[in-house]
């Protein structure tokens, strides 16, 4: 395996460096990405194993730490050696440190596990530079999952958490506004739908995640241009807060008053995995046309079976064992390092986390199947573009590492780091996503994003036919990416479809279906 020196890791993103991709046993450089997926790949192609261990070979940047199985939270507390790392060395390590903590989570051995936590809480910062500020989320994810072994602490600690709507609504919509991805999806989602409607006089569109008006009222005021005049617009919009859809519903219904456009909002409160087809009343005469945006690979956890054993194994300890097991940590240790073997060795860690395959998921294939039913003239699905829904943790971790790095690269490029707007993205978007990857499992485990290729198998296997994407959408969306004056962001087209790059990291697909007949 070829050696990067530390001296090659440079610390400032969207700048020309190496990364390594493996093929088979052998490692292959390609320019352009940014320096924290650099990061990542040193440490991560050095570090795993197939087995999905990891460990520090001769070869890694890390040989010369110290090893974290060597300390314990007393020794030299509070680590005065990790407080004196250069920036570039504290971002490896901390990589290192996750991938080490994460395989102790994965083995059970929590005494260990929280060494690592302890050592990452002095390196990273969730106001500090971009690798702490990953680094802060992926521990309090993988600290999350641990504590989801003790039921009874873990419900008592979230008791009383607040879910604020307005705060959600608020977060997507800055999302939605700094940052190119979901804009450009919905102009090519709009473009798609226009042409697809083209000489349609009665047009109904159900939007499954109904969350932000103002692609639709773009689309309002497109087709107020048709050359034929517009037609009869009816929007189903898909959402489990009610807030939500009666927000979207005044806007749009002023919108179209205002363009004296024919127009009836209707809502649908529901969450995608309980929707009832009937209740989208789609008509006779009807063109109908679908569009879901970060929904579908929701329903890939409804295929798992709750998990009758805890992610920790004290299934086997009575009341009192298990309350001298917390009240000692040398025999929970014990414990756990008798105990955990079956359940928590990297090579057999599937047993608690059993994700769908193609051939099993019966929730995505009867919703695909329900919606073929309806007969759409078009469905533009946007989603993910990355590998979450990996049979192990390690898996998981290693692969949203690399997504959420790009993601927090764009942020460091687009809000500053004291911006209150960046804080709520990181927190209660990217935060909340890496910790249902890492912490949760089974029907928790929501965020099971899966690339194209997945997607056109599952959509092939429903009787859907994909439709290419015009020059025109290609054209709009590219014109979108150079207002934004920032060469990192990129579109690629990919079987027809597009995928919405930051540098050469994909991040988002946008693809367009057509019922096959």
Same mark, same amino acid.
């Given at each position: 395996?070829?050696?990067?020196?530390?001296?090659?890791?440079?610390?400032?993103?969207?700048?020309?460096? %190496?990364?390594?991709?493996?093929?088979?046993?052998?490692? #292959? $450089?390609?320019?352009?990405?940014?320096?924290?997926?650099?990061?990542?790949?040193? =440490?991560?192609?050095?570090? %795993?194993?197939?087995?999905?261990?990891?460990?520090?070979?001769?070869?890694?940047?890390?040989?010369?730490?110290?090893?974290?199985?060597?300390?314990?939270?007393?020794?030299?507390?509070?680590?005065?050696? *990790?407080?004196?790392?250069?920036?570039?060395?504290?971002?490896?390590?901390? !990589?290192?440190?996750?991938?080490?903590?994460?395989?102790?989570?994965?083995?059970? @051995? =929590?005494? @260990?596990?929280?060494?690592?936590?302890?050592? !990452?809480?002095?390196?990273?910062?969730?106001?500090?530079?971009?690798?702490?500020?990953?680094?802060?989320?992926?521990?309090?994810?993988?600290?999350?999952?641990?504590?989801?072994? $003790?039921?009874?602490?873990?419900?008592?600690?979230?008791?009383?958490?607040?879910?604020?709507?307005?705060?959600?609504?608020?977060?997507?919509? =800055?999302?939605?506004?700094?940052? &190119?991805?979901?804009?450009?999806?919905?102009?090519?989602?709009?473009?798609?739908?226009?042409?697809?409607?083209?000489?349609?006089?009665?047009?109904?569109?159900?939007?499954?995640?109904?969350?932000? &008006?103002?692609? $639709?009222?773009?689309? %309002?005021?497109?087709?107020?241009?048709?050359?034929?005049?517009?037609?009869?617009?009816?929007?189903?919009?898909?959402?489990?807060?009610?807030?939500?859809?009666?927000?979207?519903?005044?806007?749009?219904?002023?919108?179209?008053?205002? *363009?004296? =456009?024919?127009?009836?909002?209707?809502?649908?409160?529901?969450?995608?995995?309980? *929707?009832?087809?009937?209740?989208?009343?789609?008509?006779?005469?009807?063109?109908?046309?679908?569009?879901?945006?970060?929904?579908?690979?929701?329903?890939?956890?409804?295929?798992?079976?709750?998990?009758?054993?805890? &992610?920790?194994?004290?299934?086997?300890?009575?009341?009192?064992?298990?309350?001298?097991?917390?009240?000692?940590?040398?025999?929970?240790?014990?414990?756990?390092?008798?105990?955990?073997?079956?359940?928590?060795?990297?090579?057999?860690?599937?047993?608690?986390?059993?994700?769908?395959?193609?051939?099993?998921?019966?929730?995505?294939?009867?919703?695909?199947?329900?919606?073929?039913? *309806?007969?759409?003239?078009?469905?533009?699905?946007?989603?993910?573009?990355?590998?979450? @829904?990996?049979?192990?943790?390690?898996?998981?971790?290693?692969?949203?590492?690399?997504?959420?790095?790009?993601?927090?690269?764009?942020?460091? #490029?687009?809000?500053?780091?004291?911006?209150?707007?960046?804080?709520?993205?990181?927190?209660?978007?990217?935060?909340?996503?890496?910790?249902?990857?890492?912490?949760?499992?089974?029907?928790?485990?929501?965020?099971?994003?899966?690339?194209?290729?997945?997607?056109?198998?599952?959509?092939?296997?429903?009787?859907?036919?994909?439709?290419?994407?015009?020059? #025109?959408?290609?054209?709009?969306?590219?014109?979108?990416?150079?207002?934004?004056?920032?060469?990192? #962001?990129? !579109?690629?087209?990919?079987?027809?479809?597009?995928?919405?790059?930051?540098?050469?990291?994909?991040?988002?697909?946008?693809?367009?279906?057509?019922?096959?007949?």
């Amino acid at each position: 395996m070829s050696r990067v020196s530390r001296r090659e890791v440079r610390s400032n993103a969207c700048v020309s460096t %190496l990364i390594m991709h493996r093929k088979g046993s052998a490692c #292959y $450089w390609a320019h352009n990405i940014s320096s924290m997926a650099l990061f990542l790949a040193v =440490i991560v192609v050095t570090m %795993l194993q197939d087995d999905g261990s990891s460990s520090v070979t001769s070869s890694s940047p890390l040989q010369n730490f110290p090893m974290m199985s060597s300390l314990s939270p007393s020794f030299g507390s509070p680590y005065q050696w *990790l407080k004196e790392l250069k920036s570039e060395d504290r971002g490896l390590y901390l !990589i290192h440190l996750l991938l080490t903590c994460a395989n102790h989570v994965a083995a059970g @051995n =929590i005494e @260990n596990a929280n060494i690592a936590l302890d050592q !990452i809480s002095h390196l990273a910062c969730p106001n500090g530079d971009t690798m702490q500020r990953i680094a802060s989320y992926f521990a309090e994810a993988l600290a999350d999952r641990i504590l989801r072994s $003790w039921p009874g602490i873990y419900k008592a600690l979230n008791s009383t958490k607040l879910s604020v709507v307005s705060e959600d609504i608020i977060v997507k919509k =800055i999302f939605f506004e700094y940052f &190119p991805f979901l804009k450009v999806a919905s102009v090519i989602t709009n473009q798609a739908i226009i042409e697809a409607m083209e000489g349609e006089k009665m047009v109904h569109i159900v939007d499954l995640n109904a969350s932000e &008006p103002l692609q $639709w009222r773009a689309l %309002l005021q497109d087709l107020s241009a048709r050359p034929e005049g517009p037609p009869h617009l009816r929007i189903t919009g898909v959402n489990q807060q009610k807030e939500v859809l009666e927000q979207i519903a005044h806007v749009l219904t002023e919108e179209a008053e205002k *363009l004296d =456009i024919p127009f009836q909002f209707h809502q649908v409160v529901s969450k995608l995995e309980n *929707l009832d087809v009937e209740k989208l009343r789609v008509k006779t005469g009807e063109a109908l046309a679908i569009s879901s945006v970060m929904q579908l690979h929701t329903l890939l956890a409804h295929d798992d079976e709750p998990q009758k054993k805890s &992610p920790l194994p004290f299934k086997h300890l009575n009341g009192l064992q298990l309350q001298r097991a917390l009240l000692n940590q040398n025999t929970l240790g014990d414990l756990l390092e008798k105990d955990t073997a079956n359940v928590f060795s990297p090579g057999n860690e599937s047993a608690s986390s059993s994700p769908l395959s193609l051939t099993t998921s019966a929730k995505m294939d009867g919703f695909l199947h329900a919606l073929w039913g *309806l007969s759409p003239k078009i469905t533009v699905v946007t989603e993910q573009e990355s590998s979450h @829904n990996g049979t192990t943790l390690m898996e998981r971790l290693s692969e949203s590492l690399y997504f959420y790095a790009a993601l927090f690269d764009c942020l460091e #490029y687009t809000l500053q780091r004291t911006s209150l707007e960046r804080l709520k993205v990181e927190k209660m978007l990217f935060g909340e996503e890496i910790k249902n990857i890492v912490g949760c499992e089974g029907v928790e485990r929501k965020e099971r994003h899966e690339k194209l290729d997945k997607w056109f198998q599952r959509f092939d296997g429903a009787g859907f036919g994909n439709v290419p994407l015009s020059y #025109y959408a290609m054209l709009q969306a590219r014109r979108l990416l150079q207002s934004y004056s920032c060469e990192g #962001y990129k !579109i690629k087209e990919e079987k027809g479809s597009v995928v919405i790059c930051w540098q050469d990291r994909a991040l988002f697909s946008v693809s367009t279906w057509r019922c096959r007949r």
